[in-house]
C-alpha cells in the first residue's frame, strides 16, 4: 500500500526541499525583523512591559 | 471597535499558523520516507510474532520501566557488536509497539538476552539480583512470582496489537488464555497447539519452574528468552561495523 | 477566592466536576479487575473534592463590578503554590531514585516503590508538575499584563489548571499502580492523554480570547513563545500518543507506530518536548520576568524575534540525533546532527540576548538573588545548548549515548536552565501577586539560589565524569584485542559519582525547600504593599526606575 510514492523519492524530496524550505524562512524573518518601518513597533512593544499601572485597559 | 478586533484576532491566528507551519516541515519531512521503508530495508520471512505469553511478559517489561535502564538497540559499533552480539537491523523491532529501544545502559544491553541464561538464573536474578551478581544494583522483583498472570484480557491485547498491524491470526487471538497456560506448562494438551500456531522453534518450558500456576514470572522470563529470537536476519547480516 | 467567581461560572464549574465524578464512577464500576478501576475512583474523589468548595459558595452574591478594574490573578496564585509543591515531591522522588542507583535496598518490598515505577515519577512529576505548573502560572500572569487585558472569563483558567492537575496526578499514580506506556516522557496511558488534549484546548483558546482583547497590534514576544508552547506540544503530543486502547474500559493500550518509525516519532517528541515545553515555554518566561526585574528592556527585541522562528524551525529536526548507529537509516541521523549544530545560533541568541540585557545592572544581579537565578539560568541556557549539539555530533555520541553523560546533561538543562528560570520567576511574581513588599526572608532566597547552584554543579560534575569513563571502559580494548573490562567493572566504577549525584540532588532539593517555607511565610507572615508604603518604604524590585530605563539606550 505504501508504493504509491517510491522511498527514493521522498528521501530525495526531503533533502532537498528541507534546505530550500529552511534558507527562505530564514530570509523571510530577517526580512521581518529587519524591516526599517518596524523599529519603532519593536521599541515600544520592548518598553510596554516595564510601564507602571498594573491594570487592565479597559 | 469591531474592525480592531478583527484586525487582533487576525494577527493572533496568523501566528499560530506561522508556527505550525514552521515547526511541522521538520518532522514530516524526517518521519514521512520511513513509512516507505520496507522497500529498502533487509527481509526477514522467518520473523515470528511475539506468543501471548511472550507478549504479556512484554507488557510486564514495561510496566516495571525496565526500558530506563536497558537498552534493546546494539548499535555499528565495533566495541557494541563485541560485547553484546550482532548489531540491531531495523526489521527486528517491526513487531514493537512501542519499540523499546531505550536510551540509557545503566544496566547492559539486552537485544540479545535470549538463551544466553537458564530459566532458573533469570529467576533467582529477577526475585533478588544479587544472589547471584552481588555487586548488581538492579531492583529485585519478588512480586513477579507471587503474582498469577492476568490472562482474561489476552485476546483483547493480541487484538489491539493485530488493529495496529502485527499479524496475528483469529485462531491466535482466539487461543490466546490456552496458548498462555500451554506455552508455561509443556506437559499439558495445550503445549501442543502453541508450537502449531507459533512455531517449532518457540521456546515450550516451565519458565518459573512453578508447574501449579502461571505467573507473572512465567511472562516475564518467557518474554527475555525471545529477545533477539524473533529472527536469524542480524546474523547473516554481514555488513561491515564501523571503528572508531 | 470563589466568591469572585460570577454565579453562572460557579454553576457552569459545578455541572462540569459532577460529570467528572459520574465519569469517575462508571470508569471505576466498568473497569473492574482493571487498573483503570482505580483511576475512575481517582477521578470521582478528584472531582467531588474540588465540588465540595464550589458548593459550598454556590449561592453567594454576585462579585462586583470592580474586580474588572483589576487583573484576575487566583489562578496564578494556586499555581505558584502547586509549581512549589510538585516540585518539592518530584525532586524529593527524584532524590529518592538517585541513592536506589547506590544502595538499591533503599526501598519499600511493594511493587509502586521500584525504581523503574517511581523514576517516571521523578520525570512527570518534574517536567509536568513542576514545569508545567510554572508555565501555566506565569502564562497567565504574563499574558495579562503584555496584553493589558483582563482574562475574558474566570472559569477556563481554572478548567486548564485543575484540568492540568488531574492529568499529573492520573499520571504518576498510574505509573505506581502499574499504567504506563513506556514511552519515554510521554508515559501515560490514553485516557490520561486523552483529558490533557481537552485541557490543552481550552488553554489555547483561552490564549487566543486574551490575546484578542489587547489594545495594541503588536504581540509581545514573550506570547510568541508561550504559544509555540501550547501549540507544538498540542502536536506533539497527539501524533505520539496515537494508540489503539485494549477495550474501553482497560488501561492498556497499544501504540500504532513500531520498530523504527516509533523510535523515530518517539525521539522526534521527546526533544521537542525539550524544545518547545522546556525551553519555548521557559524564554517566554525570561523574555517576561528578567526584563521587568531588572527593569531594563530586552537588549535586542529583533534578537529575540529571530531566535524564536531559528528554535521553532529547526528543533524540529534534531530528534533524530537521539538514534546515531541504530537502525534508523543513515541519512535522517545526518539530518539531524547538522541541524542539532545550526541550532546552537538562536540558542546562543537568546542566551546573549538575557546576559546582555543585564549590562549595566550588574549591580542588581549583584544584590538580588531573584534577578541572580534567572542570570544564572541563561548561562545554563547558553552551556546546556552548546553541550546538546556537541553531543549530536555522530563520533560523540558514539561515546556519550546510553551513558549518564546525557543525564547529567539533561539536569544541566533542568536543574540548571527550566528550575532556575522558574525559581527567579516565581520569586519575582509571589511579592506581585499577594501583593507583597516582597519575599518574606531574602535571606531564604539567597540559601535557595547557593544551594540550588552547587547541587546543579555536584549533579552535572558527576554525571560528566561518570558518563566519559562508563563511555570510555565501555570501548577500551586490550592489547590481545579483547574488551579490557566487563559491564559490571564499569558498574562498580561508576559507584562514588552516583553517591555525589545524589548529593548534589539533595542540596537542590533543600533548596526548594527553602522556597516552600518562604512562599508559606510570605503569604502568611509579610507584610502588604499598602502598609509598607505607609511605613515610608515602597517595593524594592519589579518597579523600573527610570534612570535605569535610560542606561544603554
Same mark, same amino acid.
Not at chain 2, 538464573?121 to 551478581?133: A, G, K, Q, T
Not at chain 2, 491466535?172 to 495445550?190: E, H, K, R
Not at chain 3, 538580588?368 to 555530533?393: H, K, N
Not at chain 3, 542540596?507 to 525547600?513: E, K, R, W
Given at each position: 500500500?505504501?508504493?504509491?510514492?517510491?522511498?527514493?523519492?521522498?528521501?530525495?524530496?526531503?533533502?532537498?526541499?528541507?534546505?530550500?524550505?529552511?534558507?527562505?524562512?530564514?530570509?523571510?524573518?530577517?526580512?521581518?525583523?529587519?524591516?526599517?518601518?518596524?523599529q519603532?513597533?519593536?521599541?515600544?512593544?520592548?518598553?510596554s512591559?516595564?510601564?507602571?499601572?498594573?491594570?487592565?485597559?479597559? | 471597535?469591531f474592525?480592531?478586533?478583527?484586525?487582533?484576532e487576525?494577527?493572533?491566528?496568523?501566528l499560530?499558523?506561522?508556527?505550525?507551519?514552521?515547526?511541522?516541515?521538520g518532522?514530516?519531512?524526517?518521519?514521512?520516507?520511513?513509512?516507505?521503508i520496507?522497500?529498502?530495508?533487509?527481509?526477514?520471512?522467518?520473523?515470528?510474532?511475539?506468543?501471548?505469553?511472550?507478549?504479556?511478559?512484554?507488557?510486564?517489561?514495561?510496566?516495571?520501566?525496565?526500558?530506563?535502564?536497558?537498552?534493546?538497540?546494539?548499535?555499528?559499533?565495533?566495541?557494541?557488536?563485541?560485547?553484546?552480539?550482532?548489531?540491531?537491523?531495523?526489521?527486528?523491532?517491526?513487531?514493537?509497539?512501542?519499540?523499546?529501544?531505550?536510551?540509557?545502559?545503566?544496566?547492559?544491553?539486552?537485544?540479545?538476552?535470549?538463551?544466553?541464561?537458564?530459566?532458573?538464573?533469570?529467576?533467582?536474578?529477577?526475585?533478588?539480583?544479587?544472589?547471584v551478581?552481588?555487586?548488581?544494583?538492579?531492583?529485585?522483583?519478588?512480586?513477579?512470582?507471587?503474582?498469577?498472570?492476568?490472562?482474561?484480557?489476552?485476546?483483547?491485547?493480541?487484538?489491539?496489537?493485530?488493529?495496529?498491524?502485527?499479524?496475528?491470526?483469529?485462531?491466535?487471538?482466539?487461543?490466546?488464555?490456552?496458548?498462555v497456560?500451554?506455552?508455561?506448562?509443556?506437559?499439558?494438551?495445550?503445549?501442543?497447539?502453541?508450537?502449531?500456531?507459533?512455531?517449532?522453534?518457540?521456546?515450550?518450558?516451565?519458565?518459573?519452574?512453578?508447574?501449579?500456576?502461571?505467573?507473572?514470572?512465567?511472562?516475564?522470563?518467557?518474554y527475555?528468552?525471545?529477545?533477539?529470537k524473533?529472527?536469524?536476519?542480524?546474523?547473516q547480516?554481514?555488513?561491515?561495523?564501523?571503528?572508531? | 477566592?470563589?466568591?469572585?467567581?460570577?454565579k453562572?461560572?460557579?454553576?457552569?464549574?459545578?455541572?462540569?466536576?459532577?460529570?467528572?465524578?459520574?465519569?469517575?464512577?462508571?470508569?471505576?464500576?466498568?473497569?473492574?479487575?482493571?487498573?483503570?478501576?482505580?483511576?475512575?475512583?481517582?477521578?470521582?474523589?478528584? /472531582?467531588?473534592?474540588?465540588?465540595?468548595?464550589?458548593?459550598?459558595?454556590?449561592?453567594?452574591?454576585?462579585? /462586583?463590578?470592580?474586580?474588572?478594574?483589576?487583573?484576575?490573578?487566583?489562578?496564578?496564585?494556586?499555581?505558584?503554590?502547586?509549581?512549589f509543591?510538585?516540585?518539592?515531591?518530584?525532586?524529593?522522588?527524584?532524590?529518592?531514585?538517585?541513592?536506589l542507583?547506590?544502595?538499591?535496598?533503599?526501598?519499600?518490598?511493594?511493587?509502586? /516503590?521500584s525504581?523503574?515505577?517511581?523514576?517516571p515519577?521523578?520525570?512527570?512529576?518534574?517536567?509536568?508538575?513542576?514545569?508545567?505548573?510554572?508555565?501555566?502560572?506565569?502564562?497567565?500572569?504574563?499574558?495579562?499584563?503584555?496584553?493589558?487585558?483582563?482574562?475574558?472569563?474566570?472559569?477556563?483558567?481554572?478548567?486548564?489548571?485543575?484540568?492540568?492537575?488531574?492529568?499529573?496526578?492520573?499520571?504518576?499514580? $498510574?505509573?505506581?499502580?502499574?499504567?504506563?506506556?513506556?514511552?519515554?516522557?510521554?508515559?501515560?496511558?490514553?485516557?490520561?492523554?486523552?483529558w490533557?488534549?481537552v485541557?490543552?484546548?481550552?488553554y489555547?483558546?483561552?490564549?487566543?480570547?486574551?490575546?484578542?482583547?489587547?489594545?495594541?497590534?503588536?504581540i509581545?514576544?514573550?506570547?510568541?513563545?508561550?504559544?509555540?508552547?501550547?501549540?507544538?506540544?498540542?502536536?506533539?503530543?497527539?501524533?505520539?500518543?496515537?494508540?489503539?486502547?485494549?477495550?474501553?474500559?482497560?488501561?492498556?493500550?497499544?501504540?500504532?507506530?513500531?520498530?523504527?518509525?516509533?523510535?523515530?516519532?518517539?525521539?522526534?517528541?521527546?526533544?521537542?518536548?525539550?524544545?518547545?515545553?522546556?525551553?519555548?515555554?521557559?524564554?517566554?518566561?525570561?523574555?517576561?520576568?528578567?526584563?521587568?526585574?531588572?527593569?531594563?528592556?530586552?537588549?535586542?527585541?529583533?534578537? /529575540?524575534?529571530?531566535?524564536?522562528?531559528?528554535?521553532?524551525?529547526?528543533?524540529?529536526?534534531?530528534?533524530?540525533?537521539?538514534?546515531?548507529?541504530?537502525?534508523?537509516?543513515?541519512?535522517?541521523?545526518?539530518?539531524?546532527?547538522?541541524?542539532?549544530?545550526?541550532?546552537?545560533?538562536?540558542?546562543?541568541?537568546?542566551?546573549?540576548?538575557?546576559?546582555?540585557?543585564?549590562?549595566g545592572?550588574?549591580?542588581?544581579?549583584?544584590?538580588?538573588?531573584?534577578?541572580?537565578?534567572?542570570?544564572?539560568?541563561?548561562?545554563?541556557?547558553?552551556?546546556?545548548t552548546?553541550?546538546?549539539s556537541?553531543?549530536?555530533?555522530?563520533?560523540?555520541?558514539?561515546?556519550?549515548h546510553?551513558?549518564?553523560?546525557?543525564?547529567?546533561?539533561?539536569h544541566?538543562?533542568?536543574?540548571?536552565?527550566v528550575?532556575?528560570?522558574?525559581? $527567579?520567576?516565581?520569586?519575582?511574581?509571589?511579592?506581585?501577586?499577594?501583593?507583597?513588599?516582597?519575599?518574606?526572608?531574602?535571606?531564604?532566597?539567597?540559601?535557595?539560589?547557593?544551594?540550588?547552584?552547587?547541587?546543579?554543579?555536584?549533579?552535572?560534575?558527576?554525571?560528566?565524569?561518570?558518563?566519559?569513563?562508563?563511555?570510555?571502559?565501555?570501548?577500551?580494548?586490550?592489547?590481545?584485542?579483547?574488551?579490557?573490562?566487563?559491564?559490571?567493572?564499569?558498574?562498580?566504577?561508576?559507584?562514588?559519582?552516583?553517591?555525589?549525584?545524589?548529593?548534589?540532588?539533595?542540596?537542590?532539593?533543600?533548596?526548594?525547600?527553602?522556597?516552600?517555607?518562604?512562599?508559606?511565610?510570605?503569604?502568611?507572615?509579610?507584610?502588604?504593599?499598602?502598609?509598607?508604603?505607609?511605613a515610608?518604604s515602597?517595593?524594592?524590585?519589579?518597579?523600573?526606575?527610570?534612570?535605569?530605563?535610560?542606561?544603554?539606550?
Amino acid at each position: 500500500m505504501m508504493t504509491i510514492v517510491a522511498h527514493d523519492t521522498l528521501v530525495w524530496f526531503a533533502k532537498t526541499f528541507g534546505l530550500i524550505y529552511l534558507v527562505v524562512l530564514s530570509v523571510v524573518v530577517l526580512c521581518y525583523a529587519f524591516w526599517p518601518s518596524k523599529q519603532k513597533e519593536f521599541d515600544d512593544a520592548s518598553a510596554s512591559i516595564l510601564k507602571k499601572e498594573d491594570r487592565p485597559w479597559q | 471597535m469591531f474592525k480592531l478586533h478583527y484586525k487582533l484576532e487576525r494577527r493572533a491566528i496568523g501566528l499560530t499558523l506561522a508556527i505550525i507551519a514552521a515547526a511541522s516541515i521538520g518532522g514530516i519531512v524526517e518521519i514521512a520516507p520511513l513509512f516507505t521503508i520496507d522497500q529498502t530495508v533487509e527481509a526477514a520471512p522467518d520473523m515470528r510474532v511475539y506468543t501471548p505469553l511472550e507478549l504479556a511478559g512484554r507488557n510486564i517489561y514495561m510496566r516495571e520501566g525496565c526500558y530506563a535502564c536497558h537498552s534493546q538497540m546494539i548499535r555499528t559499533l565495533r566495541d557494541e557488536v563485541d560485547r553484546y552480539g550482532p548489531y540491531s537491523l531495523a526489521v527486528e523491532s517491526k513487531y514493537d509497539h512501542p519499540m523499546l529501544w531505550g536510551s540509557k545502559r545503566t544496566g547492559p544491553d539486552i537485544a540479545r538476552l535470549g538463551g544466553k541464561y537458564s530459566d532458573e538464573w533469570h529467576v533467582r536474578h529477577l526475585i533478588n539480583p544479587r544472589d547471584v551478581v552481588p555487586v548488581s544494583i538492579m531492583p529485585a522483583y519478588g512480586w513477579l512470582m507471587d503474582n498469577a498472570l492476568r490472562t482474561d484480557d489476552l485476546s483483547g491485547q493480541l487484538a489491539a496489537q493485530r488493529a495496529v498491524g502485527v499479524p496475528y491470526t483469529d485462531e491466535m487471538i482466539a487461543n490466546a488464555g490456552a496458548d498462555v497456560y500451554g506455552q508455561a506448562n509443556p506437559d499439558s494438551a495445550a503445549a501442543a497447539g502453541v508450537t502449531s500456531r507459533y512455531g517449532e522453534a518457540t521456546t515450550v518450558r516451565l519458565f518459573d519452574g512453578d508447574p501449579q500456576r502461571v505467573t507473572e514470572m512465567d511472562a516475564l522470563v518467557a518474554y527475555l528468552q525471545i529477545l533477539g529470537k524473533l529472527t536469524d536476519a542480524a546474523s547473516q547480516d554481514t555488513a561491515a561495523v564501523e571503528t572508531q | 477566592m470563589l466568591s469572585k467567581l460570577t454565579k453562572g461560572e460557579r454553576e457552569g464549574g459545578l455541572i462540569i466536576l459532577l460529570a467528572m465524578t459520574v465519569i469517575g464512577l462508571v470508569i471505576a464500576i466498568a473497569g473492574r479487575g482493571d487498573p483503570i478501576s482505580a483511576h475512575g475512583f481517582l477521578i470521582m474523589l478528584f /472531582s467531588m473534592a474540588v465540588a465540595v468548595p464550589v458548593m459550598r459558595h454556590l449561592f453567594d452574591p454576585e462579585p /462586583s463590578r470592580d474586580r474588572l478594574d483589576s487583573y484576575y490573578d487566583d489562578p496564578s496564585k494556586v499555581g505558584v503554590v502547586l509549581t512549589f509543591a510538585w516540585g518539592a515531591f518530584a525532586m524529593f522522588v527524584g532524590d529518592w531514585v538517585a541513592w536506589l542507583l547506590v544502595e538499591p535496598n533503599l526501598t519499600f518490598s511493594g511493587a509502586w /516503590s521500584s525504581f523503574g515505577r517511581l523514576r517516571p515519577v521523578h520525570t512527570t512529576g518534574v517536567i509536568f508538575g513542576f514545569g508545567g505548573n510554572g508555565l501555566i502560572a506565569t502564562s497567565f500572569y504574563v499574558m495579562q499584563r503584555t496584553c493589558r487585558a483582563r482574562l475574558p472569563d474566570q472559569l477556563s483558567p481554572w478548567f486548564v489548571l485543575i484540568g492540568y492537575n488531574l492529568f499529573c496526578l492520573l499520571a504518576v499514580s $498510574g505509573y505506581m499502580l502499574g499504567i504506563t506506556q513506556s514511552k519515554e516522557y510521554a508515559e501515560p496511558e490514553w485516557y490520561a492523554d486523552l483529558w490533557l488534549v481537552v485541557v490543552w484546548i481550552v488553554y489555547f483558546v483561552l490564549y487566543l480570547r486574551t490575546l484578542s482583547r489587547r489594545q495594541e497590534p503588536h504581540i509581545y514576544v514573550a506570547n510568541w513563545y508561550y504559544m509555540a508552547f501550547i501549540v507544538v506540544v498540542a502536536m506533539l503530543h497527539i501524533v505520539n500518543n496515537l494508540a489503539v486502547p485494549v477495550s474501553l474500559f482497560g488501561a492498556k493500550s497499544h501504540s500504532l507506530f513500531a520498530g523504527v518509525q516509533d523510535a523515530l516519532t518517539e525521539w522526534w517528541y521527546g526533544h521537542n518536548a525539550v524544545a518547545f515545553f522546556l525551553t519555548s515555554g521557559f524564554l517566554g518566561m525570561m523574555y517576561y520576568y528578567l526584563p521587568v526585574r531588572a527593569g531594563r528592556p530586552i537588549f535586542s527585541y529583533r534578537m /529575540s524575534i529571530i531566535s524564536f522562528w531559528g528554535i521553532t524551525f529547526m528543533y524540529m529536526w534534531v530528534g533524530s540525533h537521539h538514534l546515531h548507529y541504530t537502525a534508523l537509516p543513515q541519512w535522517v541521523q545526518t539530518l539531524g546532527m547538522t541541524f542539532s549544530l545550526v541550532l546552537l545560533v538562536p540558542s546562543w541568541g537568546s542566551a546573549a540576548n538575557a546576559l546582555l540585557t543585564l549590562n549595566g545592572a550588574w549591580h542588581k544581579v549583584r544584590d538580588d538573588a531573584t534577578l541572580r537565578f534567572m542570570m544564572v539560568a541563561a548561562v545554563f541556557y547558553g552551556l546546556t545548548t552548546f553541550e546538546g549539539s556537541f553531543m549530536a555530533i555522530r563520533s560523540v555520541n558514539s561515546l556519550s549515548h546510553y551513558t549518564d553523560w546525557t543525564v547529567g546533561h539533561v539536569h544541566a538543562g533542568a536543574l540548571g536552565w527550566v528550575a532556575m528560570i522558574t525559581f $527567579g520567576a516565581l520569586y519575582a511574581s509571589i511579592p506581585w501577586l499577594w501583593k507583597r513588599e516582597r519575599m518574606y526572608s531574602p535571606a531564604l532566597v539567597e540559601l535557595h539560589f547557593w544551594l540550588a547552584l552547587a547541587g546543579t554543579a555536584v549533579y552535572v560534575f558527576a554525571m560528566w565524569n561518570s558518563g566519559i569513563i562508563q563511555g570510555l571502559m565501555w570501548r577500551t580494548y586490550t592489547e590481545n584485542g579483547n574488551l579490557a573490562y566487563t559491564f559490571i567493572d564499569s558498574l562498580v566504577a561508576m559507584k562514588p559519582y552516583y553517591i555525589a549525584r545524589a548529593i548534589g540532588g539533595l542540596l537542590f532539593l533543600l533548596g526548594a525547600l527553602a522556597g516552600c517555607l518562604n512562599l508559606f511565610l510570605t503569604i502568611r507572615l509579610a507584610p502588604g504593599e499598602a502598609e509598607a508604603e505607609r511605613a515610608g518604604s515602597g517595593p524594592a524590585y519589579g518597579r523600573p526606575s527610570a534612570a535605569a530605563l535610560q542606561a544603554g539606550e
